[in-house]
């Protein structure tokens, strides 16, 4: 059994997580780069080089989360960090459409409920179907970091604070599943809090991918670096947090 430090990123042909998992390796951990387009994977793993291998995984598909958890078993026997990174934020943007004008067509009362599914689908159960299937190998690291790549706008706390300038956009598909999520981790947290595994979750801020249309204003660099610090945190670490670079942040 190959004792190394494992870890595996999902949704890391691009983005956040493609960044993940670039900065893994370059620390010495043996990263699965997940990919639910194999070729896209092999790509990302092959520019990362080093110890990057990619690894078929769409977190919506039972038969891929099965084959990619018989994969690691067989290969590694254990997996020592799981970020769960991958997500979608809609379905019906258009490439030429401002997070604004997306916003207004996805409030509560004219959300689209196929879009609200299939948002969660990815950001929500694809994060417990992914989780439930890798347990057995996070409990047999020494010690395992799962870390759920959430955002600020998941936030009740911030989203029912009245100073909150973004709180109007706080909708029922992205920002609720990310909300979902936050629950989540809790559940597993409490559950798992006599064991060796630490569940946290972190915010990237809003960082420039095609989540928001490159919109958005922080680096790759920037928005991947809390869920790379929480990922290599120690057995010693917390676990139950929700955190940002400059800090924890409510729930
Ligand atoms: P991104 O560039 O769009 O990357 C998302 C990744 O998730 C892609 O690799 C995508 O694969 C993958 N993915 C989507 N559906 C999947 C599925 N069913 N199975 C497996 N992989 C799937 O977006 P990002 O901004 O880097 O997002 C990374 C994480 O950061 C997400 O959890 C997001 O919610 C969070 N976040 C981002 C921001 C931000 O401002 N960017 C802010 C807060 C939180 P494909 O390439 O095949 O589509």
């Not at 020592?80 to 401002?98: G, H």
């Not at 204003?217 to 809390?226: R, S, W």
Request: charged content about 20%; overall charge neutral.
């Amino acid at each position: 059994m190959n004792k190394q430090r494992i870890a595996l990123i999902t949704g890391a042909n691009q983005g956040i997580g493609f960044q993940i998992a670039k900065e893994l390796v370059a620390r010495g951990l043996t990263v699965l780069v997940g990919s639910r387009n194999l070729e896209k994977g092999e790509a990302a793993a092959k520019s990362i080089g080093g110890t990057a291998r990619a690894i078929q995984l769409d977190v919506t598909d039972q038969n891929s989360i099965a084959a990619a958890t018989k994969l690691i078993d067989k290969e590694y026997g254990h997996l020592d960090i799981l970020v769960n990174n991958a997500a979608i934020s809609n379905t019906r943007a258009t490439p030429d459409m401002k997070l604004a004008d997306y916003f207004k067509i996805s409030m509560a009362s004219n959300a689209s409920l196929d879009e609200m599914r299939a948002v969660w689908e990815t950001n929500v159960f694809g994060v417990m179907a992914v989780t439930q299937a890798l347990l057995p190998l996070l409990r047999k690291a020494p010690f395992a970091n799962i870390v759920n790549v959430s955002s600020g706008m998941g936030s009740l706390t911030v989203n029912c604070d009245p100073s909150t300038e973004y709180r109007k956009m706080f909708g029922p598909i992205y920002p609720a599943s990310k909300t979902a999520l936050n629950a989540i981790t809790v559940a597993f947290a409490n559950e798992l809090e006599e064991s060796t595994i630490k569940v946290n979750a972190v915010t990237p801020g809003f960082t420039k991918t095609a989540l928001n249309n490159f919109e958005g204003i922080e680096t790759l660099e920037q928005g991947a670096a809390e869920a790379v610090r929480v990922a290599l945190l120690g057995a010693d670490g917390p676990t139950g947090k929700f955190t940002a670079t400059q800090g924890e942040l409510p729930w």
